[in-house]
């Protein structure tokens, strides 16, 4: 079982930056890969970024692409999400996962509000 808190939500208005901290407690070791997911009110949950533990490779989602970057701190057993150039569109509940080697995302935190206003 891992254990995932998020932290680092709140409120900017557009063009702003924000940066989340996901610490990971636990069964670490078994996870492959940790990303960001989001949900917007009334929406389905969307992916956001993914780090590869083994290789550091990330992957984005279209929409932030070039604007968030994932990171990791090894020691601190954490990932970050960078969100530069907020856009209202990037409001909603910011979800830390982890995905074992299976590839499914079984580890979930509680989530973290993020509310950008134009």
């Known amino acids: 079982q891992v254990t995932l808190v998020e932290s680092g939500g709140g409120s900017v208005q557009a063009g702003g930056s924000l940066r989340l901290s996901c610490v990971a407690s636990?069964?670490?070791?078994?996870?492959?890969?940790m990303g960001w997911f989001r949900r917007a009110l009334g929406m389905e949950r969307d992916f956001v970024a993914k780090?590869?533990?083994?290789?550091?490779?990330?992957y984005y989602g279209v929409s932030v692409l070039g604007r968030f970057t994932i990171s990791r701190d090894n020691a601190k057993n954490a990932v970050y999400l960078q969100m530069n150039d907020l856009k209202s569109e990037d409001t909603g509940v910011y979800f830390c996962?982890?995905?074992?080697?299976?590839?499914?995302?079984?580890?979930w935190g509680q989530g973290t509000r993020v509310t950008v206003s134009s």
């Open positions: 780090l590869v533990w083994s290789n550091n490779v990330t």
């Open positions: 996962a982890g995905q074992n080697a299976g590839l499914t995302w079984s580890d």
């Open positions: 636990g069964r670490t070791f078994t996870s492959y890969a």
